[in-house]
């Protein structure tokens, strides 16, 4: 997706050969209009399946979940890293570990918002080692719903997620591509 | 707000006497279709205020703020709840304390997304106490940054939180306001 990698080429800031700070955009602050655009992205991208619900997980994912649910006309839900007071019942929970920060979370999601008939489109806003994607796919396969597949905005290609995911068996699908991180430099995917 | 309203009556879920849980459209699973409808209220009804940010609080405050903002074609901003690995640094800082979750937060926003001829627009997606409003209120107050107002989805007016706002001389707008809960009911405050 070309508006996105110039975004990423423009505002991207490399901590390391590991992490990439998107927060004028995607991770913090958020551009709207952007956000608007990578939901039409993805709706293009996964045309035709039958999309039934949009699933993704706090916080960073929401914005583009909301968006590419608006245009499919169909909710979006929203895991939840930990469990609140008013959510403490009929749940389903996975335990997701984030390398970034370093602990495991359970996430959970109701299991009134996903049906065994349900055509769920994962969204997420970056792919490293898949762990949260691997979570919320289990959840949908506990409820026996379909996982349609893996809308990620960033993908960090050099960790082992996407290509775990597919081996799995998931059809992912992200809208940029970041082969490496080395030397301060963004470098994306040839044919991105 | 009538939309939301008889969505409060259809789906709401009383928890007892200080608790709606809207799960269903606001908390957890979204209603797209309607966020897009509650941010376009919160456009008409802040209208010539010269907005320049949104401002809000993860989760549950994003999808109603990028719809706000996508509308006003101005930067969105979540605060975050725990401070992150890649943002520990170059930030404002404020505690706020929930009710509901029984803990004390450190919310965050980078430096670097807020300056003094900002006039910001705080959307949230409860308002109760009002710690969350009062704390991100401060971190815009910090900056020398402008509050215009703040949009609440929906308040829970028989809660201090509201009418402590007004008093510290804050513009709040709410687009269902909810008198009390008691007997299992929602009862709206009169001329909603």
Redesign the interface.
């Known amino acids: 997706m070309k508006l996105l990698k110039e975004k990423v080429m423009a505002e991207g800031i490399v ?1 390391g050969e590991q ?1 990439l ?1 998107v ?2 955009f995607l ?7 952007l ?2 655009e990578v939901g039409s992205e993805f709706v293009r991208r996964f045309a035709g399946e039958g999309i039934t619900k949009v699933l993704t997980i ?2 960073s994912g ?2 583009p979940a ?2 590419t ?2 245009e499919l ?6 895991a ?1 890293k930990n469990k ?4 403490k019942e009929d749940i389903y929970v996975e335990s997701v570990y984030s390398f ?3 602990e495991t979370n359970e996430i959970t ?2 299991k ?2 996903l049906n065994a008939d349900d055509r769920v489109l994962i969204i997420d806003d970056f792919l490293a080692n898949g762990e949260a994607a691997f979570g919320l796919a289990r959840i949908v396969e506990q409820v026996g719903a379909s996982v349609v597949g893996i809308g990620i905005v960033i993908e960090k290609s050099f960790q082992p997620g996407s290509k775990l995911l597919k081996e799995a068996g998931y059809r992912v699908d992200s809208l940029v591509r970041i082969a490496s991180l080395e030397n301060g430099t963004v470098t994306f995917v040839e044919g991105e």
């Open positions: 901590l992490v700070k927060d004028s991770n913090h602050q958020m551009d709207p209009m956000m608007k706090e916080s929401i914005a909301i968006m649910a608006l006309g169909v909710p979006m839900i929203f939840r609140s007071l008013t959510l970034t920060k370093r999601v109701s009134k918002f």
